[in-house]
């Protein structure tokens, strides 16, 4: 029986192969036909502002700390009622693997990851992406959050100067 | 004189129209090929240049001449450079006993519908096929590298293995044809192709010209997987290309080589026996592409062993019962 079944062996695969022939391609046409990504997609990474319209990003650094490829770079600054914001902000694409670790890393949720993936260019310099191209004008995937809501902005007194505060010690004191 | 001149000018017409066809004819394979073989995988294949990927043959031309034409450090370079134009020659030239029409009368003579018209042209063939293996072979030992040397030890092995079984599928045919031109055995099959006279022939044939010709499940040459691309590895541009068309024309040479022994040649009701003829040469080609969609490599000692050990014994098995049966029909 062992001729029997390498001939039937054989021969099958000529019919499948045959009946693929005639069924519909599974490829997706690109630029003709889009394929529409989950929402929570990674790719062009974008800078979110809170519901009042105030930008999210308190410039804490974690996002370029945890980038892998450190491609974040930013410049910290802060307001006179103490808010703190990036002066700049450059997120550079043509370095960017799209890992999503700077949004896993973001406590205020201003970095967000977004499903537009149609980033590419042949300037180079043009995936360099400043503040003013990152920010956009919604609140991204979380529509309530607001950071400073829960924190407050600055403080009433000097720091270490509040009732339940212990002063700054001073190191001269410590000496033996 | 005149008459000399007029035979001269006709061969000469035989061999543009030949020639073009089926370079055109070969190009237009690698398209189908690709393409078949995609809508198997249920991919498109290619179709983004011009309708349907028309123009994908002259793109791939333009690609492969403009590239960098390489010779390897230490390779042996004129043998180097002959190889691949070896391998495009002879089969080519294999396609000029290939009668593709019955004779035509134009202007009270008679014009035989192939190039030339040898009453050896089973031999002559043959003796193409074998001269086949030297460009494979001369090329890959040219190369001066490993991969390149096995595929061309391994093509040598093959090619010269599959030939006998291949010969001794042609006997029982040209044995019912009592004739060795091509022309000859197509005329025999006009009532019966040799198909339903001799199906074990047929079987045999069809597998030993697959190994010849290097087709998929008998690819081991340029097993891709194993040695790079085999005795191809070190070519580039339009050398590569040279080998590359050789393969497509042979595709062609091996359909019509079955359809003159096997499928009874331009015969055919109603339509022109031109059209049968290409028609029976595409479905061929056809029925090899889809065994390249379909099967896959067997391992190289496999090989042998199926070559040796069952074709050969097949085919001499059907030549005896061939002989006997027409002792016995024919007395």
């Keep these: 029986m062992g001729l029997w079944r390498d001939i039937k062996g054989t021969l099958q695969p000529f019919w499948i192969t045959l009946g693929y022939l005639f069924k519909k391609p599974v490829t997706i046409q690109y630029p003709e036909q889009k394929r529409i990504p989950p929402p929570r997609y990674r790719a062009r990474i974008v800078l979110t502002r809170d519901p009042d319209g105030n930008e999210r990003c308190v410039a804490c650094h974690l996002c370029s700390g945890a980038c892998p490829v450190d491609c974040i770079s930013m410049q910290a600054a802060e307001d006179e009622n103490g808010r703190r914001h990036a002066a700049w902000f450059r997120i550079n694409f043509a370095r960017c693997i799209f890992c999503g670790l700077c949004a896993e890393a973001c406590p205020t949720m201003a970095i967000q990851t977004t499903p537009d993936y149609e980033i590419c260019n042949r300037d180079v310099l043009k995936l360099v992406h400043e503040k003013e191209d990152l920010l956009i004008d919604g609140c991204g995937k979380d529509e309530e959050y607001d950071y400073y809501q829960h924190s407050g902005i600055g403080v009433a007194n000097q720091r270490g100067g509040n009732d339940d505060e212990y002063g700054p010690v001073d190191p001269k004191s410590l000496l033996p | 004189m005149t008459e000399l001149l007029i035979t001269l000018a006709l061969i000469l017409v035989k061999l543009g129209l030949v020639f073009g066809v089926v370079l055109g004819m070969a190009a237009y394979l690698v398209l189908a090929e690709r393409k078949i073989l995609g809508r198997m995988q249920l991919r ?88 086949a293996v030297y460009g494979v072979v ?37 044995m019912s044809a009592r004739s060795f031109s091509l022309t000859e055995i197509v005329m025999s099959q006009a009532d019966w192709p040799n198909l339903l006279r001799h199906p074990l022939a047929f079987i045999v044939f069809m597998i030993a010209i697959a190994a010849e010709s290097k087709r998929t499940p008998f690819d081991m040459p340029e097993a891709e997987n194993e040695i790079v691309g085999g005795f191809h590895t070190e070519y580039s541009g339009m050398r590569f290309g040279l080998f590359f068309v050789g393969e497509y024309i042979s595709l062609i040479v091996i359909g019509a080589m079955t359809t003159v022994f096997f499928l009874g040649g331009w015969h055919g009701p109603i339509l022109p026996p031109v059209v049968w003829f290409v028609g029976k040469v595409l479905l061929v080609a056809f029925v090899f592409i889809w065994a390249r969609g379909s099967m896959p490599r067997p391992r190289y000692d496999q090989l042998m062993h199926f070559g040796w050990k069952v074709l050969i014994p097949l085919g001499l098995i059907n030549v005896i019962i061939t002989g006997a049966v027409m002792v016995a029909l024919l007395g």
Excluded: H
């Design chain 2, 44 to 131: 498109y294949g290619p179709n983004r240049v011009g309708p349907g990927g028309m123009i994908q043959p002259m793109c791939d031309v333009i690609k492969l001449i403009t590239k960098e034409d390489f010779v390897p450090d230490r390779a042996d370079k004129w043998i180097f450079l002959f190889a691949p134009g070896l391998t495009a020659l002879t089969a080519l030239l294999s396609f000029a006993a290939v009668p593709f029409a019955p004779p035509l009368t134009l202007f009270g003579r008679e014009i035989p519908m192939v190039v030339c018209d040898l009453n050896v042209g089973v031999l002559y063939i043959f003796g193409l096929s074998s001269l």
């Design chain 2, 138 to 174: 001369l090329g890959g030992w040219a190369s001066n590298s490993k991969y390149s040397l096995l595929g061309a030890i391994r093509s040598l092995a093959q090619l010269i293995s599959y030939e006998l079984a291949l010969g001794l599928a042609l006997v029982p045919v040209v």
